[in-house]
């Protein structure tokens, strides 16, 4: 079992920098993948950034690549998405989730929400220009 709960998303001006957290309780953390999606009014739900519970391998859908950075403290159970240069596109509620995984699994990370088991409330983003 795991519980999550995102924190750090606020309004910012384009171009400018924010880091969400999202901060995890239950012993199931440190052997799961975990994910951050975002989400807006009236559109699906999308996939942002991925990490290994090894930290090993991380994905990044190719709107946020080079722009947004995650990483994970297992010592913390808490994982990161900086973000940088944020545009107006990056408006959404961002989501943390985690995916409890077999060893076998820890160098990889999935980009499906389906192959994730828990989420946390999500954390409002709004970018204006």
């Known amino acids: 079992q795991v519980t999550l709960e995102e924190s750090g998303g606020g309004s910012v001006q384009a171009g400018e920098s924010l880091t969400v957290s999202c901060a995890a309780s239950?012993?199931?953390?440190?052997?799961?993948?975990m994910g951050w999606f975002r989400q807006t009014p009236g559109k699906e739900r999308e996939f942002v950034a991925c990490?290994?519970?090894?930290?090993?391998?991380?994905k990044y859908s190719h709107s946020v690549k080079g722009r947004f950075l995650i990483s994970r403290d297992n010592s913390k159970s808490t994982v990161y998405l900086m973000m940088h240069s944020l545009n107006t596109d990056d408006t959404a509620v961002y989501f943390c989730?985690?995916?409890?995984?077999?060893?076998?699994?820890?160098?990889?990370?999935?980009?499906?929400?389906?192959?994730?088991?828990?989420w946390g409330h999500g954390t409002q983003v709004t970018v204006s220009s």
């Open positions: 989730a985690a995916s409890p995984q077999e060893s076998f699994q820890r160098n990889w990370c999935s980009v499906y929400g389906r192959d994730y088991d828990y």
């Open positions: 239950g012993s199931a953390f440190s052997h799961s993948a």
């Open positions: 990490v290994s519970w090894s930290n090993v391998e991380s």
